[in-house]
Nanobody, 116 residues
Framework: QVQLVESGGGLVQPGGSLRLSCAAS????????MAWYRQVPGKPREWAALIMSGGSTNYKDSVKGRFTISRDNAKNNLYLQMSSLKPEDTAVYYC??????????WGQGTQVTVSS
């Protein structure tokens, strides 16, 4: 059974930092390309960062240089270190395998709000 539990969100001022965590199970984590997605109300969920099983990464242009995705395959954990946060980063953040659709299981997500 798939379980994805995101945590670490919160309210932060512009320019601040947050570290998100995701505990995954039942998803073949170690061999999966994993990603962090984000969604704002009224817009489709979009991927923000992805990481291959071996550690190679890729980022959306809007977060490149500010976000760092990492993984711990021994613990089935995924992380997203976010710095220099902007108001437009405000969203609910989710983790899942890269390519997940609305028909796949999704966790509850974690809310990130960037505001002064």
């Amino acid at each position: 059974q798939v379980q994805l539990v995101e945590s670490g969100g919160g309210l932060v001022q512009p320019g601040g930092s947050l570290r998100l965590s995701c505990a995954a199970s039942g998803i073949g984590f170690r061999i999966s390309v994993m990603a962090w997605y984000r969604q704002v109300p009224g817009k489709p969920r979009e991927w923000a960062a992805l990481i291959m099983s071996g550690g190679s990464t890729n980022y959306k242009d809007s977060v490149k240089g500010r976000f760092t995705i990492s993984r711990d395959n021994a613990k089935n954990n995924l992380y997203l270190q976010m710095s220099s946060l902007k108001p437009e980063d405000t969203a609910v953040y989710y983790c899942n395998h890269f390519g997940a659709t609305d028909d796949d299981y999704w966790g509850q997500g974690t809310q990130v709000t960037v505001s002064s």
